[in-house]
């Protein structure tokens, strides 16, 4: 079965996601522990010139389990990172998936769309909210709260093992009706 365009997107922002939340490193600290896993060491910061640095052997494991992610890995590893890089890279990604140019009228059109999508809003704002949850560490991969003050799970799971994780947390949450109240 082919991906939709939204599903494409989201899979592709899933994995950048992925990769800033594990390896995200301040390129001038290179002896230190990726940013991620210290949210008051990166909220110290007042100007960060960070990169992707995923270790080889996670690296060839994303490439082999999720093969059709890997150009994603390859554009981001060991690059600074920027909002523009990220976005950049996910749409090419993306352009050659959906076998839409990036910039083009077509590809204009299918992000517009997007936009309109309740659904994909939903599904959108769901992983956002779930990432944040994780970097406070309200919750762990199981989907369970955690009391304040709770150690941070150090380990570091693959994208798939992430991803299952989020789409089983997203299963559990169940949008109100405002007008039924």
């Known amino acids: 079965m082919t991906e939709s365009f939204a599903d494409l997107f989201l899979k592709a922002m ?10 995200l490193e301040d390129a001038e600290d290179s002896d230190a522990s990726p940013m991620q896993s210290s949210p008051e060491r990166e909220l110290s910061l007042e100007s960060v010139d960070a990169a992707i640095a995923v270790p080889a052997d996670v690296a060839a494991r994303s490439r082999r389990e999720e093969p059709d992610l890997a150009e994603i890995l390859d554009a981001m590893q060991g ?15 993306l352009g ?30 769901g992983f956002h909210g779930w990432v944040q949850e994780l970097a406070n ?16 799970d150090e380990r570091v799971p693959s994208f798939q093992e ?8 997203f299963g559990l949450q169940k949008p109100f009706a405002l007008n039924k109240m």
């Open 14 to 23: 899933r994995y950048e996601h992925w990769l800033r939340f594990y390896f």
């Open 79 to 93: 690059q600074p990172i920027s909002m523009e890089r990220s976005r950049d890279v996910i749409f090419h990604w």
């Open 96 to 125: 050659e998936k959906a076998g839409v140019l990036p910039g083009s009228p077509a590809f204009e059109e299918r992000m517009n769309a997007l936009a309109g999508d309740a659904d994909f809003r939903r599904r959108l704002d």
């Open 137 to 152: 560490n309200e919750i762990d991969l199981q989907a369970n709260a955690l009391p304040p003050g709770a150690p941070r």
């Open 162 to 169: 992430w991803n299952k994780a989020f789409l089983f947390w």
